[in-house]
C-alpha cells in the first residue's frame, strides 16, 4: 500500500509531459521546504524526506524513459 502523496507508477506513466514536470517541480519544493523544516527542529515524520526523494527519482526515471524512447 502506497502512502499518502506517493508518486504511483503506473499511474504517472499515462501523464504527459508537461503534468510530469509540474509535479517534479512541486516534490522538489515539498523537499526544499521539508529539509528546512527538519534543520530547524519542526518536522515530526522524518520518513517524509526519504519518500520524497523516492518520488523525485521516480519521476525523474519515467522523463528519462520517455527522452530516451523519443531518441531511438
Known sequence: MAAEGTVIVKEMQSRSEAE???????????LQKAGFKHALGQLTNTSLLGSLKKDIARLN???????LKAEG
Do not use: C, G, V
Request: hydrophobic share 40%; no cysteine.
Open 20 to 30: 510530469l514536470q509540474s509535479l517534479l517541480a512541486e516534490k522538489n519544493d515539498e
Open 61 to 67: 526515471t519515467i522523463l528519462r524513459e520517455r527522452a
